[in-house]
């Protein structure tokens, strides 16, 4: 998700990081830019390397990178997407995350090694994308949390949203409502991106605008995608149906996706918790309050990458495959349905 941060002396703030009694009217003033710059050299080790946050923050950013790209090709090597229109909405997804990333690598690389007119443009840009996509990781996510609840709630429903070419109006609305949300969250709080050096890209607006209620109108997305799953289980246990029992392949398939989802969305929410907390915490240290920023900026990747993640290790086995891997190649160990455990050799 996106969140910026309130700091001390950003606005029309009386105090600031080296001279508490010098007032500040914009937070993008070059005096207070320079600041924080010099703030956050004292934070590098002596040696002039970068700090561990920093390149945590930079490796997650790549691993994440990676994940949605291994889900991605996953799916269109195995042709999931013609099996189901939640592999579709997936990838969609995974695109999007994808290019948010990699423009996001792209960006803070090249401010962190220049400054000048590219390096901003890239940061600002960062900003808006950076905004946009996570909203819409959010708003679809509900999508394929609805989508899998009507797979055995209502048939006809599922057909009518997500059936064929159907499937385009609620992704499209989702992008509508994900950037109209983004612009109007930045825009109205004054929200800008700055580089620490130790910490990377911080986000600091004014508690002014729509950012506050923007963020908790999507917060609405998360706990949707729960009441889904509280609703399914509700409806087949008063239907007193077996779905959730089946031992077909198709419904065990159909329940981990669902379980994964809600895993998904619960970190979500979970995540916006925390933002929350981290708001209303009257912070009268700034170097502590940055250090915090910054495990949630790590922490803050986990429900995005959790479901290709969750999916492609259910999908490939990850138990057999280490079954594999520790076994010795000439012996094998079998467990019968009568639990008779025999060993094979070459």
Same mark, same amino acid.
């Given at each position: 998700?996106?969140?910026?941060?309130?700091?001390?002396?950003?606005?029309? !703030?009386?105090?600031?990081?080296?001279?508490?009694?010098?007032?500040?009217?914009?937070?993008?003033?070059?005096?207070?830019?320079?600041?924080?710059?010099?703030?956050?050299?004292?934070?590098?080790?002596?040696?002039?390397?970068?700090?561990?946050?920093?390149?945590?923050?930079?490796?997650?950013?790549?691993?994440?990178?990676?994940? !949605?790209?291994?889900?991605?090709?996953?799916?269109?090597?195995?042709?999931?997407? #013609?099996?189901?229109?939640?592999?579709?909405?997936?990838?969609?997804?995974?695109?999007?995350?994808?290019?948010?990333?990699?423009?996001?690598?792209?960006?803070?690389? +090249?401010?962190?090694?220049?400054?000048?007119?590219?390096?901003?443009?890239?940061? #600002?840009?960062?900003?808006?994308?950076?905004?946009?996509?996570?909203?819409?990781?959010?708003?679809? $996510?509900?999508?394929?949390?609805?989508?899998?609840?009507?797979?055995?709630?209502? #048939?006809?429903?599922?057909?009518?949203?997500?059936?064929?070419? %159907?499937?385009?109006?609620?992704?499209?609305?989702?992008?509508?409502?994900?950037?109209?949300?983004?612009? +109007?969250?930045?825009?109205?709080?004054?929200?800008?991106?700055?580089?620490?050096?130790?910490?990377?890209?911080?986000?600091?607006?004014?508690?002014?605008?729509?950012?506050?209620?923007? %963020?908790?109108?999507?917060?609405?997305?998360?706990?949707?995608?729960?009441?889904?799953?509280?609703?399914?289980?509700?409806?087949?246990?008063?239907?007193?149906?077996?779905?959730?029992? #089946?031992?077909?392949?198709? %419904?065990?398939?159909?329940?981990?996706?669902?379980? !994964?989802?809600?895993?998904? +969305?619960?970190?979500?929410?979970?995540?916006?918790?925390?933002?929350?907390?981290?708001?209303?915490?009257?912070?009268?240290?700034?170097?502590?309050?940055?250090?915090?920023?910054?495990?949630?900026?790590?922490?803050?990747?986990?429900?995005?990458?959790?479901?290709?993640?969750?999916?492609?290790?259910?999908?490939?086995?990850?138990?057999?495959?280490?079954?594999?891997?520790?076994?010795?190649?000439?012996?094998? +160990?079998?467990? $019968?349905?009568?639990?008779?455990?025999?060993?094979?050799?070459?």
């Amino acid at each position: 998700m996106s969140f910026s941060f309130f700091l001390p002396g950003y606005m029309s !703030q009386t105090t600031n990081l080296e001279k508490p009694h010098c007032p500040r009217v914009r937070c993008y003033d070059e005096d207070y830019l320079e600041e924080l710059a010099a703030y956050n050299n004292a934070r590098l080790s002596g040696d002039g390397k970068l700090t561990a946050a920093f390149i945590l923050n930079y490796v997650v950013s790549l691993l994440n990178l990676l994940i !949605q790209l291994f889900c991605i090709q996953y799916i269109l090597k195995r042709k999931y997407f #013609k099996k189901s229109t939640f592999f579709s909405i997936l990838i969609i997804l995974s695109i999007t995350i994808s290019f948010r990333v990699l423009f996001y690598i792209l960006a803070i690389t +090249t401010t962190a090694v220049i400054t000048n007119s590219i390096s901003v443009f890239l940061t #600002k840009s960062s900003l808006y994308i950076d905004y946009c996509s996570n909203f819409f990781s959010l708003a679809i $996510t509900f999508l394929m949390s609805l989508n899998r609840c009507f797979c055995f709630v209502s #048939k006809n429903w599922n057909s009518k949203i997500f059936d064929g070419k %159907n499937v385009i109006v609620p992704i499209v609305l989702s992008a509508a409502v994900s950037v109209s949300g983004a612009v +109007t969250c930045i825009l109205t709080s004054n929200i800008i991106r700055v580089l620490y050096p130790g910490l990377g890209y911080i986000d600091m607006g004014s508690d002014t605008g729509f950012k506050v209620l923007i %963020n908790r109108i999507f917060f609405v997305f998360p706990i949707s995608s729960v009441i889904c799953y509280v609703v399914l289980f509700y409806v087949l246990r008063k239907q007193n149906r077996q779905v959730l029992t #089946k031992s077909t392949n198709r %419904n065990k398939g159909e329940q981990k996706v669902f379980v !994964q989802l809600l895993i998904t +969305t619960v970190l979500y929410g979970t995540m916006s918790i925390l933002y929350e907390v981290l708001n209303l915490i009257n912070w009268s240290d700034t170097a502590l309050q940055l250090t915090f920023i910054s495990i949630f900026s790590v922490l803050n990747y986990l429900p995005e990458i959790s479901l290709p993640l969750l999916l492609v290790c259910n999908s490939v086995q990850i138990r057999k495959k280490v079954s594999s891997w520790i076994a010795p190649k000439g012996e094998r +160990t079998i467990v $019968t349905e009568h639990g008779i455990t025999t060993t094979t050799s070459p």
